[in-house]
């Protein structure tokens, strides 16, 4: 069976695969990959169910059990210390062969922490590897910067998270979608949406779930009220955390591009969210927050609108922060052709309170002093740049009346 390796882009390849190849991680060739390694990225438009030698497939097409020995996580790919991240971990377990192993790399304590990326405690506490005979998997670790995952004795219940629900659903959605149209572009088009908003979803939450417990904890129940074009994904994961404590949350989603995968997604999560999660379908003009809540998030709900209709909404839903909440937005600005831009999104925040940013790379906030470390030198001069220019970091303002 091959070795894959996963990459956040095509971009990060060489850097992905020179990171396990080199001797430094390896020095007693335990993990060292196959010369023919197969690569994969979560957006190639090329659909294979099994590693294409001549292609970069999307690593979130269905595969066959028994998929492949090794699968080596790239240092370009996120590795966020949440929901999501352990649940993705244990979607891929289930695809490799006996006594196979997804190789991944792991950052010391002080550095995960500061990142919001995975530790050996995280991946030990999660996956139980210190318990022999009772954990399901067993991690080790094998050099500088590198651990193992396997297979162990005992199989854990499903983790609910939006990356679940996707690959459980991901074959009813295209089938829903083949039966109402005879195209089979279709398909693609589940791939090319749904994936890409699962996977944007994988920031997004690890990002507010860190602004979240950086402001109120773990134990302190706060409720959310979110306005994306998510389906409801956000809002879902930050209720199943167990790291932040969302008690209800509202999400007027904006999404009208998929009604077939947002009725799929909020019938499969209502035994998990059980009436917590109240889902709002409209149009971002016609937006009314009715509630008041302690955290508001605006996730690429400005893109598209007038300068007076972006400044409304704002204004509304600063209206409808809790005192001593937060208002959160992300808006990816270099994507907005309406004249959204960095300095008029932070002229209009200012009227507000102080804004602190938190970087969409790491889920961290950014410190204007403060250079951020990472395992791969593309992206640590993304997070330099994203620093400098701030047009894909999410920024926060906590009203203090």
């Given at each position: 069976m091959p070795h894959v390796a996963f990459h956040l882009a095509?971009?990060?390849?060489?850097e992905d695969l020179d990171y396990y190849f080199s001797t430094r991680r390896d020095k007693n060739n335990q993990i060292r990959p196959?010369?023919?390694?197969?690569?994969?990225?979560?957006t190639s438009p090329h659909l294979s169910v099994r590693p294409n030698s001549r292609q970069v497939t999307n690593f979130f097409y269905p595969c066959p059990p028994n998929f492949a020995d090794r699968i080596y996580i790239g240092i370009s790919v996120p590795l966020f210390a949440n929901n999501w991240g352990a649940a993705f971990l244990l979607q891929l377990l289930k695809t490799l062969t006996p006594g196979g192993a997804i190789i991944l790399p792991v950052y010391p304590e002080g550095q995960a922490q500061e990142k919001g990326y995975w530790s050996r405690s995280f991946l030990e506490n999660v996956f139980l590897s210190r318990?022999?005979?009772?954990?399901?998997?067993?991690?080790?670790?094998?050099?500088?910067?590198?651990?193992?995952?396997?297979?162990?004795?005992?199989?854990?219940g499903p983790m609910p998270s939006t990356i679940e629900w996707f690959y459980q659903q991901r074959a009813n959605l295209v089938l829903a979608r083949l039966l109402e149209s005879d195209n089979d572009d279709d398909v693609r088009y589940i791939y090319t949406h749904a994936v890409a908003k699962v996977w944007r979803n994988y920031h997004?939450?690890?990002?507010?779930?860190?602004?979240?417990s950086d402001n109120f904890g773990t134990k302190t129940p706060v409720t959310v009220q979110s306005v994306s074009d998510d389906y409801g994904l956000l809002v879902t994961d930050?209720?199943?955390s167990p790291y932040v404590n969302v008690s209800n949350a509202i999400t007027h989603d904006i999404a009208s591009d998929a009604e077939i995968i947002a009725r799929n997604f909020k019938a499969y999560f209502a035994p998990h969210v059980k009436g917590r999660h109240q889902i709002i379908a409209g149009d971002v003009a016609n937006i009314v927050l009715q509630k008041k809540s302690r955290v508001i998030c605006l996730i690429n709900a400005l893109t598209g609108l007038s300068k007076s209709a972006q400044e409304a909404l704002l204004r509304q839903a600063w209206g409808q922060v809790e005192s001593m909440g937060l208002l959160i937005i992300y808006e990816d600005l270099q994507a907005d052709q309406r004249g959204c831009n960095v300095a008029d999104l932070r002229s209009t925040l200012e009227k507000f309170g102080d804004v602190q940013i938190y970087s969409s790379i790491v889920a961290t906030k950014i410190h204007a002093h403060i250079d951020i470390s990472h395992y791969s030198s593309i992206q640590e001069s993304r997070l330099i740049e994203e620093k400098r220019e701030q047009t894909k970091a999410f920024r926060v303002v906590q009203k203090t009346t």
């Open positions: 095509e971009e990060f390849i060489p196959d010369d023919n390694i197969h690569s994969m990225t979560p318990q022999r005979w009772t954990g399901f998997s067993n991690v080790t670790a094998e050099n500088d910067g590198v651990m193992s995952l396997r297979v162990g004795r005992k199989w854990p997004h939450s690890a990002v507010v779930e860190s602004i979240i930050l209720l199943l």
